[in-house]
T-cell receptor
Framework: IAGITQAPTSQILAAGRRMTLRCTQD?????MYWYRQDLGLGLRLIHY???????GKGEVPDGYSVSRANTDDFPLTLASAVPSQTSVYFC???????????FGPGTRLTVL | GQNIDQPTEMTATEGAIVQINCTYQ??????LFWYQQHAGEAPTFLSY??LDGLEEKGRFSSFLSRSKGYSYLLLKELQMKDSASYLC??????????WGAGTKLIIKP
């Protein structure tokens, strides 16, 4: 592993289903983030974690949950997917909130 | 509210210079970032400004004026591979990044 990986690359999901997007980094970064990117809009922060064991809500947290059991992994869960959650999801990490963020390749999610 | 404004799209010619502007209104300011994003790919870091002035990095330069809430990204000697979206982001008082919608730059031969 080099950098940040995300899985799956893409997914089509029926509305109402539960889905977990996976994110793993091997840079030993303390901070991790989940964003969604929609056409015509900037990246919007869903949830973040400044260090293992802590999480916080971003701009658009409703319908999403996260956990940070260790430094490397930061999964994002959609408890009951809705069509408005159709988006490209990016996971990112940084060595601290002062520093630049490095992004994973993204997950393209379609909720039907 | 917090707002980052960038032009939606710009077109430039290979070998030329282009300036992409970004204006912002945020709750606090702790630095401004520029990222490049090729279609279908992840954003990658280009530059960071926290003090007023120009930061130069090869063909790319970024300028900041905090009093005007204004930044620009200057790309020189444009190459076809520079065709991408350029994202402006401001780190606010909570040390979270607020992102503009991005400027799609089209380079023509």
């Amino acid at each position: 592993i080099a950098g940040i990986t995300q899985a799956p690359t893409s997914q089509i999901l029926a509305a109402g289903r539960r889905m977990t997007l996976r994110c793993t980094q091997d840079m030993r970064h303390n901070a991790m983030y989940w964003y969604r990117q929609d056409l015509g809009l900037g990246l919007r922060l869903i949830h973040y974690s400044n260090t293992a064991g802590t999480t916080g809500k971003g701009e658009v947290p409703d319908g999403y949950s996260v956990s940070r059991a260790n430094t490397d992994d930061f999964p994002l869960t959609l408890a009951s997917a809705v069509p408005s959650q159709t988006s490209v999801y990016f996971c990112a990490s940084s060595s601290g909130s002062y520093n630049e963020q490095f992004f994973g390749p993204g997950t393209r999610l379609t909720v039907l | 509210g917090q707002n980052i404004d960038q032009p939606t799209e710009m077109t430039a010619t290979e070998g030329a210079i282009v300036q992409i502007n970004c204006t912002y209104q945020t709750s606090g300011f702790n630095g401004l970032f520029w990222y490049q994003q090729h279609a279908g790919e992840a954003p990658t870091f280009l530059s960071y400004n926290v003090l007023d002035g120009l930061e130069e990095k090869g063909r790319f330069s970024s300028f900041l004026s905090r009093s005007k809430g204004y930044s620009y990204l200057l790309l020189k000697e444009l190459q076809m591979k520079d065709s991408a979206s350029y994202l402006c982001a401001v780190r606010d008082s909570n040390y979270q990044l607020i992102w503009g919608a991005g400027t799609k730059l089209i380079i023509k031969p």
